[in-house]
């Protein structure tokens, strides 16, 4: 057995959708300071790092985080890498066997870009009629390789809206590079927050 692990670190360098999504680290308690244990608090958003969004975030009585099935973020997953230099349409998703039911990974190249902190704006995001498609096709789950499925000052966020109100969570930020494309047992699982519209994950790739 084979584990990836496609979750960035979060830090205070962590790369961020939006300065207010950075996460605040403190030592509330240090050894070497004469505590008797080590602890930290983390503040941050729900959509910090390598994050689920659920259904809620843009759809008002979609799922939340303590009510939407688990298999949405555990089982069967192809990670396909999309070569293109500009955002992703249905033409481009077309050569690759997506089928029903399908949690699917795209990998555009730019997980590295998560190891930045600053905000890299000209990101490579989906187009409406790739959502759509996605959304036609009824997979379980969509994930990319950096921060949105929209592109960036997409005032409309169309992808999100289509896929979350198609009720397919989406995963974002996942640390692809190094992944060869192909099926994985995907883990992902977002903590249980009450009425949550997303959540930090720690996700994996497991091949047997």
């Keep these: 057995m084979k584990i990836h692990d496609i979750t960035a670190t979060v830090d205070t360098d962590l790369c961020v959708y939006a300065e207010s999504d950075r996460p605040f680290v403190e030592n509330l308690m240090r050894i070497?300071?004469?505590?008797?244990?080590?602890?930290?608090?983390?503040?941050?958003?729900?959509?910090?790092?390598?994050?689920?969004?659920?259904?809620?975030?843009?759809?008002?009585?979609?799922?939340t985080c303590h009510d939407i099935a688990l298999e949405y973020f555990y089982g069967r997953a192809k990670v396909i890498k999309v070569k293109t230099a500009t955002h992703i349409s249905k033409e481009d998703l077309l050569p690759f066997d997506i089928e029903e039911g399908d949690i699917i990974l795209l990998n555009t190249g730019q997980?590295?870009?998560?190891?930045q902190p600053k905000l890299k704006e000209d990101y490579i995001a989906l187009l409406p009629d790739a959502a759509l498609y996605l959304a036609d096709k009824k997979i379980k789950t969509a994930g990319i390789d950096y921060l949105s499925v929209d592109p960036y000052g997409e005032?409309?966020?169309?992808?999100?809206?289509?896929?979350?109100?198609?009720?397919?969570?989406?995963?974002?930020?996942?640390?692809?590079?190094?992944?060869?494309?192909?099926?994985?047992?995907?883990?992902?699982?977002?903590?249980?927050?009450?009425?949550?519209?997303?959540?930090p994950i720690r996700a994996v790739l497991i091949t047997h």
């Design 32 to 63: 070497d300071e004469g505590d008797f244990c080590n602890m930290i608090r983390i503040t941050a958003t729900t959509h910090m790092g390598t994050h689920a969004d659920m259904p809620r975030h843009f759809i008002e009585n979609g799922a």
């Design 111 to 115: 997980s590295h870009l998560m190891r």
């Design 155 to 199: 005032p409309n966020f169309p992808a999100h809206k289509i896929l979350l109100g198609s009720g397919i969570p989406i995963l974002e930020g996942l640390m692809l590079d190094g992944v060869p494309e192909g099926e994985y047992t995907l883990s992902a699982l977002p903590l249980k927050y009450g009425n949550g519209d997303g959540s």
